[in-house]
């Protein structure tokens, strides 16, 4: 586990995705460019950008996606679509 100088749980792209039941770290990625309000990552380590884990949680909770910790999204998850972006889906 990583922290920063406050204690923070930071968090790469492949964890979010865990977290929050994506399949794959891209998802996160799209859900930075295309989902208004999603945490801006603090810092890099290399080529990943890594996030605060409570933040990232905080975003998760108020769009529905569940509480902090490994969980799947609420509302049947989330789904790219080839027209762009990212919607929830509807099963």
Sequence with gaps: MMLDLDGEELVSAAEVANRLGLKRSRQVLDLRLHRFG?????????????????????????????????????????SLHSAGGIHGATH
Excluded: C, D, I
């Excluded at 801006?40 to 933040?55: D, F, I, Y």
């Excluded at 996606?65 to 799947?72: L, V």
């Design 38 to 78: 999603f945490p801006r990552p603090v810092a890099r380590t290399g080529r990943n950008l890594v996030w605060s884990w409570p933040q990232v949680a905080n975003w998760a909770e108020t769009e529905g996606f569940g509480g902090p910790g490994p969980a799947r999204p609420m509302g049947g998850g989330v």
